[in-house]
């Protein structure tokens, strides 16, 4: 299986991508602080950039059964695009300790897939590696993106409630 790697630009920071094209699958994901631009896969590009919320077609090795943490992983991968949850949310929907959750998302190899940028301690932030201001970007674009996308919804409610009185 080739592995392809590509590097793009989030704000002050350059994010790495490790990928196999034919098994969909993202095998690495960092926040680096260097390195030239070079492709990565469309929707990591689209989602960075503020124009969407899916990884699809792609998933993380991390959700393979029996990888590491696979728990964890799968019950961070479920919070929805612009939540967030804490680290004992997490722990009680995968049935370990807080701190075992810390580990995890210390240890997960794709971020952005496996969203632990959604997992908070119960008085703020908590940790992020390589920088927090990585997380609270990440955050502000999903809220931000969560706000503009619920606007056009409720322009395009009002514009058919306009369209049902006209009748």
């Not at 490790?18 to 390195?35: D, M, P, Q, T, Y």
């Not at 300790?97 to 908070?120: E, K, Q, S, W």
């Not at 609270?136 to 606007?151: G, P, T």
């Amino acid at each position: 299986m080739d592995i392809s790697t590509g590097i793009c630009r989030f704000g002050l920071w350059r994010v790495r991508v490790e990928w196999s094209e034919e098994a969909h699958l993202i095998h690495r994901i960092s926040f680096v602080k260097s390195g030239d631009d070079s492709p990565v896969p469309q929707v990591i590009g689209r989602y960075l950039s503020g124009k969407s919320t899916t990884f699809s077609p792609y998933g993380s090795i991390a959700l393979s059964k029996g990888y590491p943490f696979y728990e964890i992983y799968k019950a961070v991968s479920n919070i929805p695009y612009g939540e967030v949850r804490t680290y004992s949310e997490i722990a009680e929907a995968s049935g370990t300790h807080h701190r075992t959750v810390g580990v995890a998302m210390r240890r997960n190899p794709t971020p952005l897939i496996i969203p632990c940028h959604r997992v908070v301690s119960k008085t703020g932030l908590g940790g992020f590696s390589p920088d927090i201001s990585i997380k609270k970007d990440l955050l502000k674009l999903e809220k931000k993106v969560l706000k503009k996308s619920r606007s056009a919804d409720a322009g395009a409610e009002a514009a058919s409630d306009e369209d049902c009185n006209d009748k």
